[in-house]
C-alpha cells in the first residue's frame, strides 16, 4: 500500500467510527429549570444544572444563556470566561478538584452548633422509626 492510499484507508475509518457515535450539536439554556441542555446527533440530550458548576453559580441567566459549543467536545462562556468538556460534565466533573471538594464536604460541617443540635435530637431518642404503610 502506498502513504497516498493508507491515509485514505484511515481516512474513511476515522469518518465510519465518527458517524457510529452520537456528535454535540447544539447546546441551550432552559431558563425555567436553569438547565445546560446538550442535544446530540441520534436524539438523545444531555442535562446538568447550569448552578452546580463552579463559575457559574454568581451568573445572570443572560450570561449562562450564551453557552455554545466549543467544537464537538466542550460548552464555552465567553463573558464568563468558563470552559467545560461534555465527557467531563457527563462523569460528573463540575468544576475544579477544590470546588468539589467544598461541594461534597458541604452538609458535613461540625460547628459546635450542629454537634450540640446533634446531641440534643439523639437525647430525644434520635429519628423517627419509618413504619411500613
Same mark, same amino acid.
Given at each position: 500500500?502506498?502513504? &497516498?492510499? &493508507? @491515509?485514505? !484507508?484511515?481516512?474513511?475509518? @476515522?469518518?465510519?467510527?465518527?458517524? !457510529?457515535? *452520537?456528535?454535540?450539536? $447544539? ?21 446538568? *444544572?447550569? #448552578? ?5 453559580? =454568581? $451568573?445572570?441567566?443572560?450570561?449562562? !444563556? ?10 464555552? @462562556? ?8 461534555? =465527557? ?8 475544579? /478538584?477544590?470546588?468539589?471538594? $467544598?461541594?461534597? #464536604?458541604?452538609? =458535613? ?7 450540640? $443540635?446533634? /446531641?440534643?435530637?439523639?437525647? &430525644?431518642?434520635? #429519628? *423517627?422509626? &419509618?413504619?411500613?404503610?
Amino acid at each position: 500500500m502506498t502513504g &497516498k492510499i &493508507k @491515509w485514505q !484507508a484511515a481516512k474513511t475509518c @476515522w469518518a465510519e467510527e465518527r458517524d !457510529a457515535r *452520537p456528535i454535540p450539536i $447544539a447546546v441551550h439554556f432552559e431558563r425555567e429549570t436553569e438547565r445546560i441542555v446538550v442535544d446530540f446527533t441520534n436524539g438523545a440530550a444531555f442535562l446538568v *444544572p447550569a #448552578r452546580a458548576l463552579e463559575g457559574l453559580q =454568581q $451568573a445572570t441567566s443572560e450570561e449562562i !444563556a450564551e453557552v455554545e459549543l466549543l467544537g464537538e467536545t466542550g460548552l464555552h @462562556w465567553e463573558r464568563l470566561d468558563v470552559d467545560y468538556t461534555i =465527557q467531563g460534565l457527563m462523569a460528573g466533573i463540575f468544576g475544579s /478538584r477544590a470546588f468539589l471538594e $467544598a461541594q461534597r #464536604r458541604g452538609g =458535613q460541617s461540625r460547628s459546635p452548633a450542629k454537634i450540640a $443540635a446533634s /446531641r440534643a435530637n439523639g437525647a &430525644k431518642g434520635g #429519628r *423517627p422509626r &419509618k413504619i411500613a404503610g
